[in-house]
């Protein structure tokens, strides 16, 4: 069985310009949660969608960030116009059924020059 | 607030020695308690995971967790680590009417020959 899958694993945007992340989740799950961990930090949680629902966004920065969990597809994080401080790793999780059970994807590091 | 505390960053032990990662928290409900693995550019992995029930709890790896509900204290033990162990460890907190986890800042841990 696959389990959560991102892409890409490495990103190297240029200030001003859009990053695009994408998150497949365990075959059969249904709950996509992000989190992002700055240097040196712990993860953050940042937003939990259900397909096409954000359910809690109370993480996400209020401009530039947003997210997606369409009917078919991976769930996307998009972020515009990047700055340094977006330089991070932006990680996945899944669950089946919602709740604290959330299995990891390896994460995507971006870079922002 | 909603905290978790991991007061080591660095921890240097050497292989075959005993090992306990400290995990302090602060939560207004009733908290799930999780421990993760992050190995050097990879995603993080479930060592172990507190919901109810015995305080003790058993996860991979031969790692071992003890939730004392009076100290905030959910600390990770390991009786005899192997140098395959060094990695950063990730004490997490959710619970409440909330799917997102709390994460620390992380213990890295070092094991020498």
């Known amino acids: 069985n696959a389990g959560v899958m991102q892409n890409p694993r490495h990103l190297v945007r240029r200030r001003g310009q859009e990053a695009r992340l994408r998150c497949s989740p365990v075959?059969?799950?249904?709950?996509v949660y992000w989190y992002r961990q700055l240097p040196e930090e712990g993860l953050k949680f940042m937003v939990y969608?259900?397909?096409?629902?954000?359910?809690?966004e109370s993480g996400m920065p209020k401009e530039r960030f947003s997210a997606e969990f369409p009917k078919e597809g991976p769930s996307i994080l998009r972020i515009q116009q990047v700055v340094r401080g977006d330089s991070a790793a932006y990680f996945c999780?899944?669950?089946?059924?919602?709740?604290?059970?959330?299995?990891f994807g390896p994460g995507t590091r971006l870079t922002v020059t | 607030a909603q905290s978790v505390t991991q007061p080591d960053i660095h921890i240097t032990v050497s292989e075959g020695a005993s090992l306990e990662l400290r995990c302090n928290y602060s939560?207004?409900?009733?908290?799930?308690l999780f421990w993760y693995v992050q190995s050097p550019g990879q995603g993080l992995q479930l060592l172990l995971k507190?919901?109810?029930?015995?305080?003790l709890v058993q996860g991979i790896k031969g790692f071992e967790a003890e939730f004392k509900r009076s100290q905030s204290s959910f600390n990770l033990r390991k009786p005899s680590v192997h140098w395959s162990d060094a990695a950063e460890y990730f004490c997490?907190?959710?619970?409440?009417?909330?799917?997102?986890?709390?994460f620390g800042t992380g213990t890295r841990l070092q094991v020498f020959p």
């Open positions: 969608l259900q397909k096409e629902n954000i359910i809690d």
């Open positions: 997490a907190v959710g619970g409440g009417n909330t799917d997102k986890l709390i």
């Open positions: 075959k059969g799950h249904s709950h």
């Open positions: 507190y919901f109810s029930g015995d305080t």
């Open positions: 999780a899944s669950s089946p059924l919602g709740g604290l059970e959330q299995y």
């Open positions: 939560y207004g409900a009733t908290p799930y």
